[in-house]
């Protein structure tokens, strides 16, 4: 099945005058493909993962330098142009008599116009992993990469309307690209942008010029940890805290900095937890814990080490405590629980592709093994990872690699899914190839550093909300 998992990935990739550039985000000739067609930053960078580790670099190295390309390089102040740094959540080729043209999105035509946040994050994340298995430092050091690199992080560190360390961001901005209630600072984003500055901490060049944004970097870096192990994780210890939670605290000193009020706690989290796992939040932000469990966020705080040794084994154990919501018959939820009744109502607007156990809203979708396998090979947590990889090979060749899975146990096709979806493809061979070659894992995770343990330590100070 590996064998023909290559094939049906090299069979999406994209030319563009003359050169491999990227993959499809579908080959389905049988659904309307709308942006499915188009190259997605998110999704390439399943397929970069896997093409890096099979030695094939040219494809990751064209498509770094194309995105660069494209990403947004004008200081603006109107509001219908990309603010400067940003770049395309997908873009496609225009061939016409006059040659071909790059044409991007960067929200302006997505389904519910949504900004992608998460690709300059992805970016990062692609370049580094580019840079760690080829040594292609000549291309790292280079001006535009360089200048790409500064200009993402001026996007990202500067300061806004609010005073926490991560990132607000609009619905829809990641992956989940449609509302689902995802708004605010939710888990991935934060993880990706941990991603993303742990990766510019790596390769901007170290030069007197350099020093303010190494220096803002570790700061952030350390406020990350602080604010996020504290604040966003959830064992049944915790839970139990903001049962007793006291409301209406005014300034420091508050146990509950964030005024969430217990009466949201929802009823299915209390019986949940056991007592040697956890996981951290949906969000938390003004009166908001959003207690859902989502897996690539989780699964990326283990990969990046945001999340420390302990809470890294708790998330693992979560899942096989709760082996049957969480992965069911096909790895693995992106969410859980599902939205139902009114919540689902005021929260999705009535989404029917969003209905509950389905696409964003509970599916399961393939190709987050990726995540999974990193994650286990990482805290050598892998007793379950050849079982799950082998109950994926019953169904995903045979269903065509499906986009995702519904039902409560993922056992049905998805809906609207489509088929011979790359990512799903590519998110497969990751883990098969990371299963008989660990060492192959090392482009993909960062370990913990003492010097961003000493800063998050340091962070309590000046994070006393
Ligand atoms: C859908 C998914 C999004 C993905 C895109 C292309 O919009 O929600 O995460 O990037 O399809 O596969």
């Known amino acids: 099945m590996l064998e023909e998992a290559w094939k049906q990935l090299e069979n999406s990739i994209v030319e563009y005058k003359g050169k491999p550039i990227g993959t499809l985000a579908a080959k389905d000739k049988t659904s309307k493909s709308l942006n499915y067609n188009q ?70 035509k997505a389904i519910a116009r949504v900004a992608p946040v998460d690709s300059v994050f992805w970016w990062l994340y692609i370049l580094r992993a580019y840079v760690k298995k080829t040594d292609d430092w000549e291309f790292a050091q280079s001006n535009d990469c360089q200048q790409a690199i500064k200009m993402i992080l001026e996007l990202s560190l500067i300061n806004r309307f609010d005073m926490f360390p991560t990132l607000l961001v609009p619905e829809g901005s990641f992956m989940i690209d449609r509302r689902m209630g995802v708004y605010g600072y939710p888990l991935e984003i934060q993880g990706l942008f941990y991603t993303a500055l742990l990766s510019a901490k790596e390769l901007l060049t170290d030069n ?72 951290f939040a949906g969000d938390v932000g003004p009166s908001r814990m959003d207690f859902r469990f989502f897996s690539a966020g989780n ?100 269903d065509n690699y ?28 990751i883990a098969k190839t990371l299963m008989s070659e660990p060492d192959k894992l090392k482009i993909l995770v960062f370990e913990e550093s003492p010097e961003i343990l000493t800063r998050a330590e340091s962070s309590k100070h000046d994070l006393d909300y």
């Open 208 to 279: 007197k010029e350099n020093k303010i944004y190494f220096d803002n970097i570790d700061k952030r870096l350390g406020h990350l940890v602080y604010h996020i192990r504290k604040y966003f994780w959830l064992n049944f210890e915790k839970l139990n805290q903001i049962y007793r939670y006291k409301i209406e605290e005014y300034k420091e000193n508050a146990l509950n900095q964030f005024n969430i009020f217990p009466e949201s706690i929802p009823s299915w989290v209390l019986n949940w937890l056991s007592d040697d796992d956890g996981y």
């Open 402 to 429: 499906p986009e995702y899975y519904d039902g409560v146990h993922s056992r049905l096709v998805g809906k609207e899914a489509r088929s011979r979806q790359t990512w799903s493809i590519a998110g497969y061979i």
């Open 299 to 398: 699964l990326l705080m283990i990969i990046n080490s945001l999340a420390d040794r302990g809470q890294s084994n708790a998330i693992l154990k979560l899942l096989f405590n709760r082996e049957n919501e969480l992965i069911g018959e096909m790895p693995m939820k992106v969410c859980y629980p599902a939205l139902t009744g009114r919540d689902w109502e005021l929260i999705t607007g009535h989404d029917p592709k969003n209905e509950p156990w389905s696409y964003h809203n509970g599916g399961s979708w393939p190709f987050l093994i990726w995540y999974l396998a990193a994650a286990s090979i990482k805290t050598g947590a892998t007793e379950h990872l050849s079982k799950l990889i082998k109950m994926m090979e019953r169904r995903l060749s045979r």
């Open 39 to 108: 190259i997605f930053m998110r999704d390439f960078a399943v397929s970069a993962f896997a093409f890096l580790m099979n030695g094939d670099y040219e494809i990751v190295k064209n498509f770094l330098e194309i995105t660069m390309k494209l990403q947004s390089k004008e200081s603006e102040m109107d509001c219908f142009l990309p603010a400067r740094g940003t770049m395309p959540a997908s873009f496609k080729i225009d061939r016409s008599s006059e040659g071909e043209t790059l044409i991007p999105d960067f929200g302006e």
